[in-house]
Each structure stands twice: as C-alpha cells, then as structure tokens.
C-alpha cells in the first residue's frame, strides 16, 4: 500500500509539471513595440501599438499552444518564465487580446516594457520581451 502512495504522489507531481509546462514548450517568436519609439518625448496621453512575430494573440482563459497575450509592465524588467503576472498599476493586462492601447502617465521619464504571456497570465520570459524608454512631459 505504501508503494502505491508513493507512486501516486510521483504521478500526481509529473501532472502538476506537464501542466505548468503546457502552452509554454518550444516557443519561438519576438515581441516589439511599433509606437511609441525608443526615447520618445510625449506630451499627453502615450499612444502604444504593440506587434508580435512567431506566434498568435489569444486571450486569456485558454492555454492554447503557441499563442497568448501583451501585457505592458511599466519600469519594470522581463518577468522570468513561468511566472504569472500580477495586475496592478505597474503591470497592465490585455487579456482580450488587444494590440494598442492609451497609458495616461504623469510627467517624468518611463521604462516599458512589452511582456507576452499564456492564456493563464504566466510569463514567457526574457525572450519573448522588449524594453524601451520614454519621457513624458508637461
């Protein structure tokens, strides 16, 4: 009986690791911001077009292989793969799939970073990023 157990929790625990993995295998493909540009200077409400190449927009709910969803992480770095992404001001979702977007930011200078991620909000890493700087002003 204890044999059993045993295996059964090494099952149990091979699931978990396939299912965590699942929708993230093999993924090829780049993230990039179409506008603004790198260094932009801003006045007003920042216009973002988000593009994406290797792989297809999806929104969230579903792990469906090879696709996903955008998410804007504002002064933020990457986040590593298979992390989920939190929602709050600084880590903006578009989980319907959305490829453009109006930020209203206050004046200053902005670190944004373009994040992709499964249909379950988990990272896809570094790879599958892009980072760009901007200035706001008055």
Known sequence: MKKYKQ???LIS???FIYT???GQKNQEGSVFFISP???AKIKGVV???MGLKGMKIH???KLVDGTGHHHILINQDPMPKGTVIPADENHIHFGKGQTSTELKLKP???KL???FADGEHRSYGPKLSSSMHIEVEE
């Open 7 to 9: 295996l059964f929790i």
């Open 13 to 15: 625990c091979l699931i």
């Open 20 to 22: 965590v993995q699942c």
């Open 37 to 39: 540009k790198e260094g």
């Open 47 to 49: 216009k973002v077009e």
């Open 59 to 61: 929104p969230a709910g």
């Open 108 to 110: 200053g200078k902005y």
């Open 113 to 115: 970073t373009l994040q």
